[in-house]
């Protein structure tokens, strides 16, 4: 009857691991390790009641100890876990060292003194068990369990008073496993026999344990926006290593690319076809140290937006020295389809054809219309965002008087058709706002993070646009220059602007004369979130900027026109007013 209660108790064991990972798929740390343990332990003590000799009954004390030895030590690494405790490192190394050694001694019955002094095999109820005397092992053994037990009660009080931020619920569950554990001990040494008492409590604590893991489940916040975001995800990721050797995606990625099913995980990447070539091109984009990179390409009739990321190489034993030599990293790509956009700006781009075959004829009148096509263009940007009212038309004005100073200045060796050039871009450098969600770019107020770094793609999808917009009609030269000063108005001539980090001469000339007519508007400007500068301020902070965020190359010209900039916004607050 003994045998069959045990078998009993095994199978449930069992199907509770099954039930751990069932509750939390995705399973991972103390919990599953301590499941295992008590399937052990319980295995152990049927195959205990199971002896019929001493050999036997010593084999199958030693599998008991794996719950009795190791249990209390998972238990308070999942009390530190439930109750929000950091453990240092070291000291989970040190815990599971000596109990590994509380073990060891353990193990020595049948070979000397040291934890049973004597062992007799006996049989209660029809069940192999045994009658021992202990040694000083023994004793270790049982101030290991009280100190395990004093640590997990004072870490359950302490945090019952202390900690708000956990569920009183699972507190109570815990104490409830703690005392359990604790009585059951006692009850086995009055027993003299712990065949029955011992299983039933692990399990018992089993099911305490799925208890709290499905709160946990509930409460933890990291696990819930992780798969919300699973959930919603609509991005390909794919990693390799800095050796091109293939380490994984997610179903997404194998969606756009069959062929990624056919790379073998930690295998080099052979193929120089298709998505794999665009891999291996990319990675060496970031062989010379850059963090990341952003590029987009066509495959298979459709686009993609990839954005790459350099993650360190993070070993599993953080040794300093090996960190300061390792030259290992990680790249992470993550893959937009970005087809939806790229139709809307053709479908733009196709009607600009149709407009230049019916008016072929009238150049004239073809450049008036695209014109007016432009300016509808920015005033419809305008008009989305209200944060920036008549920023686009203000700026062009800013860049025809930096422009005339230039020319002036005869510091520089660019054309007369280039400057013209410049001024019929200007509008364009905000277009790419018009693909941003209204929530963002309406918004009455600074940006979060989250929404500055959407607000950031504006800059990039502008340059899509135009290049769609105007390739058609345009002069490869003048769709080059538009592109620029769309893609890269947002610069610093230090390097810390976006979206590519370009520095100094790297950012295009057209580029760096937009952005201190962005700037300069954006600070005499009343916007939601600030009331305008003063003329002296902006002068000043612009100054200031020269060689930071401005080509310091401007400063004569913007001191020449300083008195024409002020004038014309001084006038624009007279009408105003």
């Keep these: 009857m003994v045998t069959y209660f045990l078998f009993a108790l095994c199978i449930i064991a069992a199907i509770n691991i099954t039930l751990l990972f069932r509750v939390n798929p995705k399973q991972s740390g103390a919990y599953p390790v301590l499941f295992f343990a008590v399937f052990v332990s319980c295995v152990g003590h049927l195959f205990l009641a199971l002896s019929t000799n001493l050999d036997q009954v010593i084999l199958a004390n030693k599998m008991n100890y794996v719950g009795a030895i190791f249990l209390p030590l998972l238990t308070f690494y999942a009390c530190l876990s439930i109750c929000n405790f950091r453990f240092p490192y070291w000291g989970y190394a040190l815990l599971l060292i000596a109990t590994f050694a509380v073990y060891g001694l353990a193990a020595t019955v049948g070979y000397n003194d040291i934890y049973y002094k004597t062992i007799e095999f006996v049989q209660i109820n029809g069940a192999g068990n045994y009658v021992a005397t202990y040694g000083w092992g023994h004793d270790v053994f049982n101030v290991m369990m009280v100190g395990y037990a004093i640590a997990n009660i004072s870490l359950i009080v302490y945090t019952f008073i202390k900690k708000k931020n956990v569920s009183y619920k699972s507190l109570i569950a815990l104490s409830l496993l703690e005392f359990s554990s604790i009585f059951a001990f006692f009850i086995s040494r009055f027993l003299e026999s712990d065949t029955l008492v011992m299983p039933i409590v692990y399990v018992f604590d089993q099911f305490v344990l799925l208890y709290i893991n499905y709160r946990i489940m509930r409460y933890d916040m990291g696990l819930t926006v992780l798969n919300v975001l ?23 990625a194998y969606q756009f690319f069959p062929e990624l099913r056919n790379c073998r995980v930690d295998h080099h990447l052979k193929s120089d076809k298709g998505v794999i070539k665009f891999l291996k091109d990319w990675a060496k984009e970031l062989a010379n140290g850059s963090t990341r990179y952003e590029n987009n390409f066509e495959n298979d009739e459709r686009h993609y937006k990839c954005t790459v990321r350099r993650v360190a190489f993070i070993p599993m034993i953080k040794l300093r ?19 939806k956009l790229h139709k809307y700006v053709k479908m733009l781009g196709s009607n600009n054809v149709r407009m230049e075959m019916i008016l072929r004829n009238n150049e004239g009148q073809i450049r008036a219309m695209q014109e007016r096509m432009i300016i509808g263009m920015s005033d419809m940007v305008e008009s989305r965002d209200t944060n920036t009212g008549g920023h686009i038309k203000r700026t062009s004005k800013v860049i025809a008087i930096l422009v005339e100073a230039l020319k002036e200045s005869g510091t520089t060796q660019y054309s007369e058709q280039f400057y013209n050039r410049l001024i019929s871009a200007a509008p364009m450098h905000d277009i790419g706002k018009i693909a941003i969600d209204d929530q963002i770019l309406r918004k009455p ?12 793609q504006h800059p990039e999808k502008g340059a899509i646009i135009v290049e769609n917009l105007l390739s058609p009609i345009e002069s490869p030269e003048f769709v080059q220059l538009a592109k620029n000063v769309a893609w890269y108005h947002h610069e610093r001539f230090d390097g810390s602007g976006y979206p590519k980090g370009l520095k100094g001469a790297e950012i295009p000339f057209e580029a ?7 700037v300069y508007d954006a600070l005499v400007s009343k916007r939601c979130y600030k009331e305008k500068f003063s003329f002296e301020k902006a002068y000043s902070i612009i100054i200031e900027g020269m060689g930071t965020q401005f080509d310091p190359a401007l400063k004569d010209c913007f001191i020449a026109c300083r ?6 916004y001084s006038n624009l607050n007279e009408n105003v007013a």
């Design 445 to 456: 107020g600074k940006f979060t993070p989250e929404e500055f770094n959407i607000m950031k």
């Design 230 to 252: 699973e959930e919603s995800n609509t991005s390909g990721y794919i990693s390799i290593s800095s050796s091109n050797h293939f380490l994984g995606c997610n179903e997404f």
């Design 563 to 568: 008195s024409k900039l002020e004038e014309y």
């Design 512 to 518: 760096r004369v937009m952005a201190v007519a962005d």
């Design 321 to 339: 020295w090996s960190m300061v030599r390792s030259k290992k990293f990680i790249l992470l790509f993550k893959i937009e389809d970005d087809t």
